[in-house]
Each structure stands twice: as C-alpha cells, then as structure tokens.
C-alpha cells in the first residue's frame, strides 16, 4: 500500500482501484474545483480548492500534483461534450436548426463557467486537451455552417469562426451582467440569431428584457469586485 492510500498488487506490478476513501476524496475534489474555478475562473488556487472541498491541501497534492492537471481533468469531459453536441448538430434534417442548436449550447456552456471560457479562450492549462478540442470543433462546425449556408438559411459571410467567437461574448455578457441578470446572454443570443438569417419577414421575440438603468449601474459598480459580481 503506497502512503497515499493506493494498494497495489504484489506480483503483477498493476495497481487496484483507490481506496473507497481516496476515492470519495478525489470525487470531493473535483465537485469543489468545478465550483471554484466555475465561479472564480483559473485563478483560484489549490488551497481555494481544498478549503471548498473540506480537506487538506496536501490531499489535494495526492490526487493532483498541480493545478494544470486538475484542470485538465477537470474540463476534459465539458470539453468532449462540446465535441459531441456539435457532431449530434450535425446529424439533424434541419440545417437552420442544426446550427442555432449549437449556438445555444456553446453559448450556454460559456456563459455558466469562467473557467472554461478562460481555458477555451487563452489556453493555460490543458494546452495539449484544448488544442485537441479545437482542432475536433473546427471542421464539424464548418460543415453546419456550409450546410446552413447551402440550404439559403445563413448569410453567406458567416465563418465557422465565427461561432466561438460569439459563444465568448456572450459567455462575456453574463459574467459582466451575472450580478443582475445572468440570463442576458440569451436576449442578446436572439438578436445575433436574427441577424445570421440572409433575409427575414419579421423580427424575434426577446426572452430576456433589456437591463434597466439601475441594473446597468449595479453591473458596472459590481464588475470591479470579483467577489460580488458573480454569483
């Protein structure tokens, strides 16, 4: 048994499955990372992480040797799902359809992690995942904007990467407005929508309404203190 609570086999050189204990630890672990680098972004610390997860940092270390590897873990499998919604987008009849779906879904996945959007956009950690991820996204997200475009639904200037980056800045907008209103992004997701279409006859309904003057001063008051601006 090595002192981390791992017991390995005598004769084969294998290791068996962690401990039921360790193993609640590491699960413990990654539910409290996925909270604080959700709410915080990449900045957090270990300590953060184990001070959320109720156990000390060098558990942490045990499972985790650094914070790279913990995030990388960590946004493995967000990163994946991101993979296989657009594939699935891919497959529906509707090519108008198909690639609002993922729009939502990108922007949604955006919108409710800083973290991933941190790890999506600039790359710290995980370089090796996120660059796999892109390169995986690229031509499926091309070919639902293709098909769109070759079914006369999408404007024909409209670029694949053009997707990402309004998956960013809506996933900005609700951090910006998260204090008030986080649900904003949605409203102005419509307007972006409305506006790939080549021609339309009439406009769509917003879901999300318009920040007041008032909400518009909480969000610029809060946006300067990280501690009160998300929630």
């Known amino acids: 048994m090595t002192s981390d609570g791992v017991v390995t086999t005598g004769g084969c050189g294998g290791e068996r499955p962690l401990r039921r204990d360790a193993e609640r630890n590491r699960q413990r672990i990654l539910l409290a990372a996925a909270e604080v680098f959700t709410q915080r972004g990449l900045d957090a610390t270990l300590d953060d992480v184990a001070r959320q997860a109720g156990v000390g940092v060098g558990t942490v270390y045990r499972r985790f040797p650094d914070k790279e590897s913990l995030v990388a873990e960590l946004f493995a499998d967000r ?10 987008a891919l497959a529906a009849p509707d090519p108008w359809q198909a690639l609002v779906s993922y729009l939502e879904y990108a922007a949604e996945t955006m919108a409710s992690s800083i973290g991933l959007r941190q790890l999506m956009m600039f790359a710290t950690y995980g370089r090796d995942r996120v660059a796999y991820a892109r390169e995986q996204m690229r031509p499926v997200v091309t070919k639902l904007v293709e098909r769109a475009q070759e079914a006369g639904v999408l404007r024909e200037d409209f670029s694949a990467t053009d997707v990402p980056l309004i998956a960013y800045m809506l996933g900005a907008a609700a951090e910006y407005a998260s204090y008030v209103e ?50």
Request: hydrophobic share 40%; charged share 25%.
């Open 182 to 231: 986080p649900e904003v992004w949605r409203r102005y997701l419509t307007l972006i929508i409305d506006g790939l279409r080549p021609s339309r006859d009439g406009v769509s309904e917003l879901p999300v309404p318009a920040l007041t003057p008032q909400e518009m001063e909480q969000s610029m008051r809060a946006h300067g203190q990280p501690g009160q601006a998300r929630r």
């Open 79 to 88: 990163i994946d799902a991101m993979v296989a919604v657009a594939e699935q």
